[in-house]
T-cell receptor
Framework: QQQVKQSPQSLIVQKGGISIINCAYE??????FPWYQQFPGKGPALLIA?????SEKKEGRFTISFNKSAKQFSLHIMDSQPGDSATYFC??????????FGSGTQLTVLP | DGGITQSPKYLFRKEGQNVTLSCEQN?????MYWYRQDPGQGLRLIYY???????QKGDIAEGYSVSREKKESFPLTVTSAQKNPTAFYLC????????????FGAGSRLTVL
């Protein structure tokens, strides 16, 4: 199975800081790269997603940076807030049944 | 509000017992999915269904079974053949079979005693 490698496994950031989570994929046929946010005891929810025809997508404080040649993409959370404390999953693939998920990053934002 | 309802939220089972997890959606979505989530691992696809009365195995289907008799419902049975069933199970749906935006339920946590 094609893997998606996510790092770091856990991340602690001070309030107001920048949180950065990285993912790397193998399959060059992948054409959809979402990030999901999951709070404890809840299901994941789509946060932001990107297609490989652009190198960056920004929604509010959340930005995806995409490097097609390196087969890497990352999530940047600007001005991180305690309410952003959650587990973040990257994924890569095409349609939903083709998505491969990363192992997750537990983000803690300290007040 | 539209969404996905999973029940029960917590379930305990003795070894050798089958257990069925419920998943109901009122989003009028065509496709439904079951994922398994283990600590430190990503979500892994167990089964998916694109239309009523049809379903396909995902990456880790062994020891699981599903049915799709109604568009709104996609129950998952964890059988005694599943070697390591303790996990967090997530049901999801998409508006049509080729869509990629997953809507997830709140999950069911199964613990085998």
């Amino acid at each position: 199975q094609q893997q998606v490698k996510q790092s770091p496994q856990s991340l602690i950031v001070q309030k107001g800081g920048i949180s950065i989570i990285n993912c790397a994929y193998e399959n060059t046929a992948f054409d959809y790269f979402p990030w999901y946010q999951q709070f404890p005891g809840k299901g994941p929810a789509l946060l932001i997603a990107i297609r490989p025809d652009v190198s960056e997508k920004k929604e509010g404080r959340f930005t995806i940076s995409f490097n097609k040649s390196a087969k890497q993409f990352s999530l940047h959370i600007m001005d991180s807030q305690p309410g952003d404390s959650a587990t973040y999953f990257c994924a890569a693939g095409g349609s939903a049944r083709q998505l491969t998920f990363g192992s997750g990053t537990q983000l803690t934002v300290l007040p | 509000d539209g969404g996905i309802t999973q029940s029960p939220k917590y379930l305990f089972r003795k070894e050798g017992q089958n257990v069925t997890l419920s998943c109901e959606q009122n989003l009028n979505h065509d496709a439904m999915y079951w994922y398994r989530q283990d600590p430190g691992q990503g979500l892994r696809l167990i089964y998916y269904s694109q239309i009523v009365n049809d379903f396909q195995k995902g990456d880790i289907a062994e020891g699981y079974s599903v049915s799709r008799e109604k568009k709104e419902s996609f129950p998952l049975t964890v059988t005694s053949a599943q070697k390591n069933p303790t996990a967090f199970y997530l049901c999801a749906s998409t508006s049509y079979s080729g869509a990629n935006v997953l809507t997830f339920g709140a999950g069911s946590r199964l613990t085998v005693l």
